[in-house]
Each structure stands twice: as structure tokens, then as C-alpha cells.
């Protein structure tokens, strides 16, 4: 009974949270931003790790990689390959 309630809870809120941002013209806004830059994100990994056979840097293509090169950019990608090549290795 708990579950139910808490998972009510839980999608009454995202809900409620979900009508007061899209009631606003400045967050369907940057809604659209953030979506662009995580397509823009996930898109420069996709094209390193299609050079990996000549770089030998290959960087996996998951939520935090590509939250970190999507509020980053290309020096969140930098850090990630530096983090890959000098730590990891």
C-alpha cells in the first residue's frame, strides 16, 4: 500500500512539475537547448569512437558521458579523452 502511494506521489508531482514548465515560453525554450545539446553530445562521441581504429580512443556512449559533453562541450570531450588515456590506462 506504502509503494502505491509513494509511486502516486512520484507521478502527481512530475505531473504537476511538467504543467508548470511547459506553461512557460522560456522553458519550452530551453527544454529545446538542452534537448539540442545532448543530440549535438551524443553525436561528436558517436564520430570519435568511429575513428577509434586510428586513435585507439574509444569512450562509451552513456548518460554520463554525454551529460558531461553536453554542458561541457568539446572540453568536456577533451577532459574524457584525457581522463581515458592518462587514468584509465
Not at 25 to 39: E, K, N, P, S, T
Not at 43 to 70: C, D
Request: some cysteine; glycine content about 8%; proline content about 2%.
Amino acid at each position: 500500500m506504502m509503494q502505491y502511494m509513494l509511486w502516486g506521489i512520484l507521478i502527481g508531482s512530475g505531473v504537476l512539475l511538467a504543467f508548470l514548465l511547459l506553461r512557460n515560453r522560456f522553458a519550452i525554450q530551453w527544454l529545446g537547448y538542452a534537448c539540442l545539446h545532448v543530440a549535438f553530445a551524443a553525436i561528436l562521441l558517436y564520430i570519435l569512437n568511429l575513428f577509434s581504429s586510428y586513435t585507439h580512443l574509444e569512450l562509451p556512449l552513456n548518460a554520463a558521458t554525454i551529460g558531461t559533453v553536453s554542458v561541457l562541450g568539446i572540453p568536456g570531450l577533451a577532459a574524457l579523452a584525457a581522463l581515458k588515456l592518462f587514468v584509465l590506462a
